[in-house]
T-cell receptor, first 116, second 118 residues
Framework: AQKITQTQPGMFVQEKEAVTLDCTYD???????LFWYKQPSSGEMIFLIY??????QNATEGRYSLNFQKARKSANLVISASQLGDSAMYFC?????????????FGKGTLLTVNP | GAVVSQHPSRVICKSGTSVKIECRSL??????MFWYRQFPKQSLMLMAT?????????EQGVEKDKFLINHASLTLSTLTVTSAHPEDSSFYIC??????????????FGPGTRLTVL
C-alpha cells in the first residue's frame, strides 16, 4: 500500500526567506507521480508542482522546486522568497500507475505560516 | 486552464435530511471524478471514484447507501448525503480527471462544499 508521510505539522518562516517542507513516501511501484498542493483557508486545492518517478531533474515552477531524492524516497518542497500569501496548508500526494483511475494518496499536511 | 465547480459552496441542513452536492467540469470532459472528505485540520480522504455511465467505486469503510454518487454525464457528478447526521458535517471536495491531460495535471479540484448538519 502507498503511504505519504509529512512529519512537520507546522512550520514558520520569515517573509522573503526560503523554507523546505518535508515529504517521504513508500511505494512498491516503479512508475509513480508526486504532487504538492496548497490549500489556503478558503479550502480550494491548488496544484503547485509535479515530479515523475522517471524524471531525472528536479521539478521547478517559479518559486517552487521539488527536491526529489528517489533512493531516500523523499520529495521535499522548497519555497524560495516566501510571501505572506504563502501561508496555507501544504499537502504532498502520490499517484500510482496501476489501474486507469490514478487515485491520489495524500499526506497529513504541513501548516506553513509566513511571518512579516 | 481546466475549471471544476462545486455547488453549493456551503450548506446547513437539519439532521435526517438529504443533501446533494454537484461537481462540474466546466471546460473539459471528465470520465472520472473523485470525491474526498476533509475533517478540520486533517488531510483529504478519498471516498469514492465516480465513473461516467457506471457505478462508483467506494473506498473501504465508506457506506455506499449513505453517500450516493451519480455520474450521469461527462461533465457532472453528484454526491448525495442521505439522512445526514451531525457526524457527516465535513468539507467535501471533488476532483475531475482530464482525459487529455498529462501526468501532472490530470486532476483538477473543485472549491469544496462545507456541509453542516444540525
Amino acid at each position: 500500500a502507498q503511504k505519504i508521510t509529512q512529519t512537520q505539522p507546522g512550520m514558520f518562516v520569515q517573509e522573503k526567506e526560503a523554507v523546505t517542507l518535508d515529504c517521504t513516501y513508500d511505494t512498491s511501484d516503479q512508475s509513480y507521480g508526486l504532487f504538492w498542493y496548497k490549500q489556503p483557508s478558503s479550502g480550494e486545492m491548488i496544484f503547485l508542482i509535479y515530479q515523475g518517478s522517471y524524471d531525472e531533474q528536479n521539478a521547478t515552477e517559479g518559486r517552487y522546486s521539488l527536491n526529489f531524492q528517489k533512493a531516500r524516497k523523499s520529495a521535499n518542497l522548497v519555497i524560495s522568497a516566501s510571501q505572506l500569501g504563502d501561508s496555507a496548508m501544504y499537502f504532498c500526494a502520490m499517484r500510482d500507475s496501476q489501474g486507469s483511475n490514478y487515485k491520489l494518496t495524500f499526506g497529513k499536511g504541513t501548516l506553513l505560516t509566513v511571518n512579516p | 486552464g481546466a475549471v471544476v465547480s462545486q455547488h453549493p459552496s456551503r450548506v446547513i441542513c437539519k439532521s435526517g435530511t438529504s443533501v446533494k452536492i454537484e461537481c462540474r467540469s466546466l471546460d473539459f470532459q471528465a470520465t472520472t471524478m473523485f470525491w474526498y472528505r476533509q475533517f478540520p485540520k486533517q488531510s483529504l480522504m478519498l471516498m469514492a471514484t465516480s465513473n461516467e455511465g457506471s457505478k462508483a467505486t467506494y473506498e473501504q469503510g465508506v457506506e455506499k447507501d449513505k453517500f450516493l454518487i451519480n455520474h450521469a454525464s461527462l461533465t457532472l457528478s453528484t454526491l448525495t448525503v442521505t439522512s445526514a447526521h451531525p457526524e457527516d458535517s465535513s468539507f467535501y471536495i471533488c476532483s475531475a480527471k482530464n482525459e487529455r491531460g498529462g501526468w501532472a495535471d490530470t486532476q483538477y479540484f473543485g472549491p469544496g462544499t462545507r456541509l453542516t448538519v444540525l
